[in-house]
Nanobody
Framework: VQLQASGGGLVQAGGSLRLSCAASGRAFNQYAMGWFRQAPGKERDFIASISRSNGANRYYADSVKGRFTISRDNAKNTVYLQMNSLKPEDTAIYYC????????????????????WGQGTQVTVSS
């Protein structure tokens, strides 16, 4: 699986962005998908994950709960991250990740659980 993230940019605090992560290869619907971010000098942090197939299970970090929404479109082999009410502390490089899911409830939150990673897209939120 190859992943290509896009949609980052510069936005003012309080604004919104939608990130996309397009996956190549077959059986996209069998993979759990996740988003992480990494600010300069900091570790890569979990943001959100979504289960395989219809994405019935979603899991969010407390820092983004209520502001960010993860979703997937299996027909387009794409996972999205809708980011609202952005804050300067959301500034980071955002990465998407994928891991083969053996169950429909698998929503990993640890970076080491993911086998495939995209290249990252920069999000900058100005105050």
């Amino acid at each position: 699986v190859q992943l290509q993230a896009s949609g980052g940019g510069l936005v003012q605090a309080g604004g919104s962005l939608r990130l996309s992560c397009a996956a190549s290869g077959r059986a996209f619907n069998q993979y759990a998908m996740g988003w992480f971010r990494q600010a300069p000098g900091k570790e890569r942090d979990f943001i959100a994950s979504i289960s395989r197939s219809n994405g019935a299970n979603r899991y969010y970090a407390d820092s983004v709960k209520g502001r960010f929404t993860i979703s997937r479109d299996n027909a387009k082999n794409t996972v999205y991250l809708q980011m609202n009410s952005l804050k300067p502390e959301d500034t980071a490089i955002y990465y998407c990740a994928a891991d083969y899911a053996r169950t429909g409830v698998y929503t990993p939150s640890l970076a080491q659980e993911y086998a495939y990673w995209g290249q990252g897209t920069q999000v900058t939120v100005s105050s």
